[in-house]
């Protein structure tokens, strides 16, 4: 067992809610964010010279995680939600990345910000990633299988991507 593996992983401040996604009117930009309320807000509304539509939402779960082993919590704060690349575009870089894995038996995750474009810099951190990476494959049983989290601007087009957002309470999609 390698040294990763030993690290004793566990998730803490765990929400369930909805991922809502929202675009200016104004501008075309895209925005999301967790919504822990029991439906999510569905409101368009003006904020200064920007009105706000609502697009679409998906339940999610929103959590931290914590290696006990280290005594550390990772305070997944950029991270609203979590999704499977289900390979919809073999222009876009989660899609290319599965594909150049391959074989593998490795799954790619992507990791949701509030910001889900691809022309611009992730608020997800490296940390988030490998964090979310470490705490997944601590707990796989199956040999040979893994999984890698990338942020969110691998994903080529959001308006298109059939990604699937990880809902489940004991996030047993993943295994």
């Known amino acids: 067992m390698s040294v990763k593996n030993q690290h004793h992983w566990r998730i803490i401040n765990l929400l369930n809610g909805y991922l809502v996604t929202e675009r200016c009117v104004e501008t075309g930009a895209r925005q999301s964010f967790f919504s822990s309320e029991d439906t999510p ?3 368009n509304y003006t904020d200064g010279e920007y009105t706000w539509k609502y697009l ?16 550390k919590v990772i305070n997944l704060k950029n991270v609203l939600a979590l999704m499977l690349c289900t390979e919809c575009d073999s222009a ?26 691809s022309d611009r810099e992730s608020k997800i951190t490296k940390e988030e990633t490998q964090a979310l990476t470490d705490y997944f494959n601590s707990r796989i049983k199956t040999p040979g299988k893994q999984i890698l989290f990338v942020p969110d601007n691998f994903i080529k087009n959001m308006d298109t991507c059939a990604g699937e957002i990880i809902a489940d309470v004991g996030l047993t999609d993943i295994y």
Do not use: M
């Open 41 to 43: 807000p569905i409101d």
């Open 56 to 71: 679409g939402s998906a339940q999610a779960v929103k959590f931290d995680l914590e290696n006990r082993t280290l005594n």
């Open 92 to 117: 876009c870089n989660a899609c290319q990345l599965s594909d150049l894995i391959g074989e593998t038996k490795t799954w790619v995750y992507v990791a949701l910000s509030e910001q889900l474009s």
